[in-house]
């Protein structure tokens, strides 16, 4: 918070999201609304920012959802949070189902979504998506310029992710003086791919309005590079990694995020998990002495988890002796259902595991544990903290926060995590991690084997050296660092303005 205050001094705070860090509800059904309740943050970035947001008593400005989100606001659409003892203001864009499934569902999750993780088949540049899009960036950008009306001079506004990337143009046209930032949470692709998308020159617009664009690793930085070079006439120094575009200066760095792992380390060691835990290895008929594998992840084809189902296939059909003893428990959250990519992939997991379940099973075994249930936090921990392997596979992922805490929640005996190749996460984990590609089957197979054989004093060392790197490079350091190279472009910006 002292890092992002002294950027901020006497400026507001702004933070553009798509999700919001609360979100209201009705306790009853629809007959009976009954009383509105408040559901908290989960995930790692907006549990991180949220201290942050109460301490500099800034804006967060989202998507508000639903009745009770809108019964709770004032006119200017702001509700103050966190509702125990409010800090700062969430203000909601409301959005028509028009924009719901153009915006969110469409041109977020269908075009820029698959384009980003190199999945350009599955792209759907639909001319109604694309207006929808604009619209609602329009949208975003209004409600930030409408909160920073009455603040004094140079706000700060950070966007958040690839649902955003027109509403910095928007917002410096009306605010010159305004310090934009913005954080890409997805890969950022090569050249060629990127031009597969045929709004590539307004989305680098857009995003060229920033003063800072952050990416998880230097091979997005480089390849955003590429792209602005190619596809504008910007000027790129690759020295300073900056752009030099339409009279404004952009700084490209990279930022990994990380999560709490002090907290995922207490959620692994709570009574909650351990009470959980009795229970669920018990209905499952689980024995300490058995092996367990675990991947957690919610229903997205960029995970790989059909992918990992293959290589465990391969691998039970190859060492018939670890049937009966090891374990894969697949928890899954269903996600952007409705949209055909994703309904089929939920249809398809659920089949495979039931056609593995089938060829393997015996009357006293599963070989595949599926859940879609919702789990708490320490659940999940639990999982973590007893599976002998956490299988972070995916074909393409931005970072990748499962595999951190994954390693964060090795406070027992040291599990193995097996990383994607394919990972934001390698460049951090990779060394420490036996790593796999997901499309090759028999080698994956091969390294799940080769995970299981190490002695504990490797996976001791193995975790350790994981675990320093987790704590050390935390979701705080990164907000530390992202906040400290936004005060030093600050700096340089004001001392060019004076000369
Ligand atoms: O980085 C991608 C991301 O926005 C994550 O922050 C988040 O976990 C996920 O996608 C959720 O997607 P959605 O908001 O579409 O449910």
Same mark, same amino acid.
């Given at each position: 918070a002292e890092t992002v205050a002294d950027l901020c001094e006497d400026r507001e705070l702004v933070v553009a999201s798509n999700r919001q860090p609360y979100s209201h509800n009705y306790?009853?059904? *629809?007959?009976? $609304?009954g009383a509105i309740d408040v559901d908290r943050p989960a995930g790692g970035l907006t549990a991180a920012l949220d201290p942050v947001m109460q301490a500099v008593e800034g804006t967060w400005v989202a998507w508000g959802d639903g009745d009770a989100d809108r019964e709770v606001v004032g006119p200017d659409d702001t509700v103050a949070v966190p509702p125990e003892d409010p800090a700062y203001d969430l203000k909601r864009v409301w959005l028509t189902d028009e924009q719901v499934e153009? @915006? @969110?569902?469409? @041109?977020?999750?269908?075009v820029l979504w698959p384009l980003c993780h190199l999945? *350009? #088949?599955? %792209?759907?540049? $639909?001319e109604e998506f694309w207006r929808e899009y604009r619209e609602t960036n329009a949208d975003f950008a209004d409600a930030i310029l409408d909160s920073t009306d009455? #603040?004094?001079?140079d706000p700060v506004v950070w966007f958040q992710d690839y649902?955003? #990337?027109? /509403?910095p143009r928007r917002v410096r046209n009306a605010r010159p003086d305004a310090f934009l930032a913005h954080f890409w949470h997805i890969p950022w692709p090569s050249r060629d791919v990127f031009? /597969?998308?045929?709004?590539y020159e307004q989305l680098l617009d857009g995003l060229l309005a920033n003063d800072l664009v952050g990416f998880h690793t230097e091979d997005y930085c480089r390849n955003f590079l590429d792209c602005v070079e190619a596809a504008t006439d910007a000027r790129v120094d690759r020295a300073s990694s900056s752009v030099s575009y339409r009279g404004h200066r952009t700084f490209v760095r990279s930022f990994p995020l990380g999560i709490d792992a002090s907290r995922q380390a207490d959620l692994a060691e709570s009574d909650e998990a351990d009470e959980w835990w009795a229970e669920f290895s018990e209905t499952h008929g689980i024995d300490p002495s058995d092996t367990l594998a675990v991947g957690v992840e919610r229903?997205? @084809? *960029?995970?790989?988890i059909e992918q990992r189902l293959a290589a465990l296939e391969r691998f039970w059909a190859d060492n018939p002796e670890r049937r009966g003893e090891f374990t894969y428990v697949q928890k899954g959250t269903e996600s952007r259902s409705g949209i055909e990519a994703y309904d089929r992939l939920q249809d398809r997991v659920a089949a495979e595991i039931e056609r593995i379940n089938d060829r393997f099973g015996t009357d006293d075994w599963t070989p595949v544990i599926y859940t879609t249930d919702h789990l708490p936090g320490a659940a999940i921990a639990a999982l973590y903290r007893e599976a002998d392997l956490g299988l972070v596979t995916p074909? $393409?992922?931005? %970072?990748?926060?499962v595999a951190k805490e994954y390693v964060a929640a090795q406070t027992r005996d040291p599990g193995v995590l097996v990383l994607?190749?394919? /990972?934001? #996460?390698t460049d951090q984990l990779g060394d420490g991690a036996v790593l796999v590609h997901p499309y090759d089957t028999p080698g994956f197979a091969d390294g799940i084997a080769e995970a299981l054989s190490l002695s504990l004093a490797e996976r001791r060392t193995r975790v350790a050296d994981l675990q320093r790197e987790v704590h050390a490079k935390d979701v705080y350091e990164w907000l530390e660092s992202t906040f400290e190279t936004a005060a030093a472009v600050e700096r340089g910006r004001r001392s060019l303005r004076q000369s």
């Open positions: 306790e009853g059904e *629809t007959d009976d $609304r153009g @915006y @969110y569902r469409g @041109y977020s999750n269908q999945d *350009t #088949a599955k %792209m759907t540049p $639909r009455d #603040a004094g001079s649902h955003l #990337a027109l /509403a031009r /597969a998308c045929p709004q229903l997205d @084809y *960029t995970k790989g074909v $393409r992922d931005g %970072m990748n926060l994607s190749e394919l /990972a934001g #996460a």
